[in-house]
């Protein structure tokens, strides 16, 4: 089974800021790679697909990178609303796993 | 507009049996992948179980042998039979729609809650 480690565990910032969260699989997943993002309370929502294919209402300063152990999920410029828990997910091989999570919260 | 609206979670005993259910507007449940994701209290996500349109389905190790998925295509609705009930089952359990039979879920239901505890 492939596992994905998220980094850091917390990521404190303020709005404004750009923010970078990383997911690292333990062995290629190619670029079969999701990241969500998870408010408290609510569903997971899908952010980005395939590493870096924005799925669909996904506001433009979210972005993904990467391919094969190494991903990033960038935010160029954070709204308060973006503060969450951010998942990868890989679907490369079965089954389907996600990371532990990142936790962003407000500095 | 897509929604899933879960139901039938609740307390158990372990060992006990409970059966989800999650009713789909928007889409035809047959028509797509199906999944059901887990998340124990505090923690991360866990994948459970899905359902393929042409009527496979696959389990994840911890849950095979316990867990059935299933969907009554004239509801339009999926379930999940959970029997032998453990505590480490305990979780909200959500059901989710993959965004093109490729097991990213673009859609998710509010979830469910299942505690199993004496």
């Known amino acids: 089974e492939i596992v994905l480690t998220q980094s850091p565990a917390t990521l404190s910032l303020s709005p404004g800021e750009r923010a970078t969260l990383s997911c690292r699989a333990s062995?290629?997943?190619?670029?079969?790679l999701a990241w969500y993002q998870q408010k408290p309370g609510q569903a997971p929502r899908l952010l980005i697909y395939?590493?870096?294919n924005r799925a669909t209402g996904i506001p433009a300063r979210f972005s993904g990178s990467g391919s094969g152990t190494d991903f990033t999920l960038t935010i160029s410029s954070l709204e308060p609303e973006d503060f969450a828990v951010y998942y990868c997910q890989q679907r490369s091989n079965w089954p389907p796993a996600f990371g532990q999570g990142t936790r962003l919260e407000i500095k | 507009e897509v929604q899933l609206v879960e139901s039938g979670g609740g307390l158990v005993q372990p060992g006990g049996s409970l059966r989800l259910s999650c009713a789909a507007s928007g889409f035809t449940v047959s028509s797509n992948y199906m999944s059901w994701v887990r998340q124990a209290p505090g923690k991360g996500l866990e994948w459970v179980s899905v359902i393929y349109s042409g009527g496979s389905t696959y389990y994840a190790d911890s849950v095979k042998g316990r867990f059935t998925i299933s969907r009554d295509n004239s509801k339009n609705t999926l379930y999940l039979q959970m029997n032998s009930l453990r505590a480490e089952d305990t979780a909200v359990y959500y059901c989710a729609r993959d965004r093109g039979y490729n097991y990213y879920f673009d859609y998710w239901g509010q979830g469910t809650l299942v505690t199993v505890s004496s």
């Open positions: 395939d590493a870096s």
């Open positions: 062995q290629s997943v190619s670029s079969y």
